[in-house]
């Protein structure tokens, strides 16, 4: 089991009356962190970041954790808080992960780990209660607009599927608390003949019998499936970096990586950017988030280019409804652990 750790900051055990391990869990990342408590405020500490595709079951990295922080740091916690990519049971006490083996079963944590309390919530629940923690540094302005105070706020990160999360403030508790969500599985709706042959092309690849969501088009197996259309349908060209590419099996962070040096990559991204802004517009028309509207998590991060006058322009497309988009702001989370201090966040709340 490999990993990678961080040590945020140099800390001494007795700046804090308890500790807290929080998760952010996707389908391809598990990020664990070992949270300070000083009153009702959290301090990240320490970060672990596992392959999540490496892993047999959650209990795996989360007792090497607290194996290595009891060994290192003498520190001990049996509370806990996991953000998961994926749909949360009633109860709150399961969670099947949509591209992974293994699944989070939080009796099974409690007995095969030495947590004692522990809550799951959808991975964007934790990101939604992240935006309640975020500094200036933090945001990057992609559209400026007035922000209207305690007004409905969006966030929407695509990953290895789409989390999106509106976020209501709570005049009681005086925070955003978000509200999970599945859009990223709404129908996809084709707008012209290029989006219909795409559309049968996705479905006859993947052997698809139903309609088509907009994370086979956004998330980042998006792009693969674009890149393979323009190849295999538009006959694109091949350039020098079309094998690799290949070699790859068509890997979303290699066409990323050329998306400025190879005319298919470069194609596929405008596509993709098109399509993201789109999504980002029915999420926004369905909540009004005048309080803003945030992008999240490594691809947005990573691309952030797409976020230009075009994906704007796009995203403010409406013939009936166009000046109610411009008077929305958006904003780039730059602080990819945002997933985390949310989970952290809530565990210290007790909320």
Not at 185 to 190: G, L, R, V
Not at 255 to 268: A, E, G, L, M, P
């Amino acid at each position: 089991m490999q990993f990678e750790s961080k040590e945020h900051e140099k800390f001494s055990k007795k700046d804090y009356n308890s500790f807290i391990l929080a998760g952010d869990i996707g389908g391809t990342n598990t990020k664990l962190a070992v949270f300070g408590i000083k009153g009702k405020k959290a301090r990240l500490l320490l970060a672990f970041h596992f392959g999540s595709s490496e892993l047999n079951s959650l209990e795996q990295p989360v007792n090497y954790v607290l194996s290595y922080i009891g060994e290192k740091y003498k520190i001990k916690t049996e509370k806990a808080c996991f953000g998961v990519a994926g749909m949360i049971s009633e109860k709150r006490n399961k969670c099947i992960i949509t591209k992974l083996k293994w699944n989070v079963d939080k009796n099974r944590l409690l007995k095969n780990t030495k947590l004692k309390k522990i809550f799951l919530m959808n991975d964007f629940e934790a990101v939604g209660y992240g935006i309640n923690l975020l500094e200036k540094k933090d945001i990057k302005t992609i559209k400026s607009a007035r922000k209207v105070q305690k007004a409905p706020i969006v966030v929407i990160g695509p990953g290895t599927g789409i989390g999106k999360a509106t976020l209501v403030f709570n005049e009681e508790k005086k925070l955003y608390v978000p509200m999970p969500s599945e859009v990223g599985h709404s129908d996809f709706a084709a707008q012209d003949k290029f989006d219909m042959e795409l559309i049968d092309f996705i479905k006859k690849t993947k052997k698809i019998k139903e309609s088509i969501s907009y994370d086979e088009l956004v998330a980042g197996h998006g792009l693969s499936s674009i890149y393979l259309f323009l190849k295999k349908v538009k006959k694109f060209n091949d350039s020098k970096f079309s094998k690799e590419i290949e070699n790859s099996d068509y890997s979303p962070e290699i066409i990323s990586k050329y998306r400025n040096h190879d005319k298919t990559c470069s194609i596929t991204f405008k596509i993709y950017k098109n399509y993201f802004a789109r999504l980002a517009k029915n999420c926004a028309l369905d909540a009004i988030p005048l309080g803003g509207l945030y992008f999240v998590g490594n691809i947005s991060n990573i691309n952030k280019e797409i976020f230009d006058k075009e994906f704007v322009k796009a995203f403010e497309s409406n013939y009936r409804v166009k000046e109610l988009l411009k008077k929305t702001p958006i904003y780039l989370v730059l602080n990819t652990n945002i997933g985390l201090l949310g989970a952290g966040f809530f565990c210290a709340k007790g909320l």
